[in-house]
């Protein structure tokens, strides 16, 4: 990694851990959804374990929404948007330095969360770890296809609510795939390598997309 | 006539003062004739009954569904590669049609799924990638709305709508690809239709009539954007020319 990508990352990181504990308030709203769910539903067991690996994966799905709209406002706010959009650095490449970082600060600690989360979803230990890994593999995708909404959405006042709204329709496939994954493991029919396989695709195509789309939103939204 | 030709807005409002008559004309009567041969000529279905009538709104609706994010796709790519100063408005225009085309099938389908299948809903590929697409439609214009400018505003909606082309594919597919309730393509496919002629004709004047209906729909809409940009251009050059009018009052007044 070149120089600057790394020194990049390092800020991304510091300012994630370091500014009023924004990184872990992802995973206690997590666990917000996650406990709420119960009660909503009726404490049955077995109708949770059924329905855990969904109730985890749009529990991340919201996590992931929550935070996102950090992503670039923040650096817009005090300036420093501005100057990486001067720095001359390929704008596509700063922008997927910046989802891994925001992945690393509160995507990654939804997924370490996720096996704890599914022992109160009475999930068993298959489950929990097909549920893990198709989270661990499927919200990076989450967080990349959120920065197009991120940064479509930096300039407006309230752009939050409207983000959200833009990016559930682009990560309905990678919901749809994660949660058959993690079912597939547990209950028969299908293989679980064959939707697992997908979500890494879906993944890799929003490693692409995301960075590019996002990166030009941002330089329309500069100028 | 290039198309470049009709990047020149006034251009285009006299072409469209031209056209629009004819068009409307046109579409008039051929929702007379669609309507009246699948009202009257098109046979019942000897399962479905009358209840067949349904598929000339629906089927056509659908089609202008996805045929209107095809557009937008198109005129995003105009805005962002060409920088074609009607592309923005064109997509703007064509996205309330959008969403009120699909929001069409997705009633009509439903109120045809209610006798045939007994629901007014499934979680289906093809209802639900619909679904999507209709909520996409709503995202694009809320992203329009919340954006002052419009070539900013146009831009952005680019982005977002080519991000989204990624959803037509799957809507076209779904059900080849996920055998779920919704019936398979009978209409375009590689061998040929597979249903009847009596009811193919109707069906296909229907979707001439509909899509005469978005042609016109889509010029008026797109000659009031541009009015009404034209509107916004001139208050602000009159609200830019109105303090040095104050000042200068003022001054006289000294």
Redesign the interface.
């Known amino acids: 990694m070149t120089g600057w990508a790394g020194a990049l990352l390092q800020r991304e990181m510091r300012l994630a851990v370091r500014v009023g504990g924004g990184a872990l308030i992802g995973v206690l709203f997590f666990l917000a959804v996650v406990t709420v769910v119960p009660f909503g539903m009726g404490p049955d067991l077995n109708l949770l374990a059924r329905i855990g690996p969904a109730i985890l994966w749009i529990g991340a799905l919201l996590s992931t929404l929550l935070g996102l709209d950090r992503l670039f406002q923040a650096d817009r706010e005090d300036g420093s948007l501005d100057l990486v959009l001067m720095a001359g650095q390929p704008l596509e490449l700063v922008v997927l330095v910046k989802c891994l970082a925001h992945w690393v600060a509160t995507g990654f600690p939804l997924v370490a969360a996720a096996p704890v989360l599914a022992i109160f979803l009475n999930l068993d230990p298959v489950a929990i770890g097909a549920v893990t890994l198709t989270l661990l593999v499927g919200t990076p995708a989450l967080t990349l296809i959120g920065a197009i909404g991120a940064a479509l959405t930096v300039t407006l006042r309230r752009g939050g609510l409207l983000m959200a709204v833009l990016v559930v329709p682009l990560a309905i496939p990678v919901l749809i795939f994660g949660v058959s994954a993690a079912d597939a493991a547990v209950s028969e029919p299908v293989p679980f390598l064959t939707p697992f396989l997908i979500l890494c695709a879906l993944t890799l195509i929003a490693a692409v997309v995301g960075p590019l789309a996002g990166a030009a939103a941002l330089r329309f939204a500069s100028d | 006539m290039a198309i470049i030709d009709l990047a020149n807005p006034t251009r285009f409002l006299s072409l469209v003062r031209v056209l629009l008559p004819w068009l409307t004309a046109l579409c008039v009567a051929s929702f007379a004739a669609g309507l009246y041969m699948s009202f009257f000529t098109a046979p019942e279905d000897y399962q479905q009954g009358d209840t067949v009538r349904i598929m000339y709104i629906h089927v056509p609706a659908a089609w202008l569904a996805m045929m209107c994010y095809s557009i937008m796709t198109l005129s995003s790519l105009g805005t962002?590669v060409w920088k074609h100063p009607l592309a923005d408005v064109s997509a703007k225009a064509a996205a309330p049609l959008g969403a009120a085309f699909t929001f069409m099938s997705l009633v009509t389908g439903s109120l045809w799924g209610k006798p045939m299948w007994g629901t007014y809903w499934v979680w289906d590929a093809r209802l639900t990638s619909v679904l999507?697409l209709f909520?996409?439609y709503?995202?694009l214009m809320?992203?329009w709305r919340?954006?002052e400018d419009p070539i900013?505003a146009g831009?952005?909606a680019a982005?977002?709508t080519?991000?989204?082309a990624?959803?037509l594919p799957?809507i076209k597919f779904s059900v080849d690809w996920w055998n779920t309730l919704h019936q398979p393509a009978s209409v375009m496919r590689m061998d040929g239709p597979t249903i009847h002629p009596d009811i193919l004709w109707p069906l296909l004047v229907m979707a001439i009539a509909f899509t005469l209906l978005f042609v016109v729909l889509h010029l008026m809409a797109m000659r009031n954007e541009i009015l009404r940009r034209r509107v916004r251009a001139l208050r602000m050059r009159a609200a830019a020319a109105r303090p040095a009018i104050a000042r200068a009052t003022v001054q006289a007044a000294e």
């Open positions: 962002l999507v909520i996409m709503l995202g809320a992203l919340t954006m900013k831009k952005a982005i977002l080519l991000v989204g990624l959803n799957i």
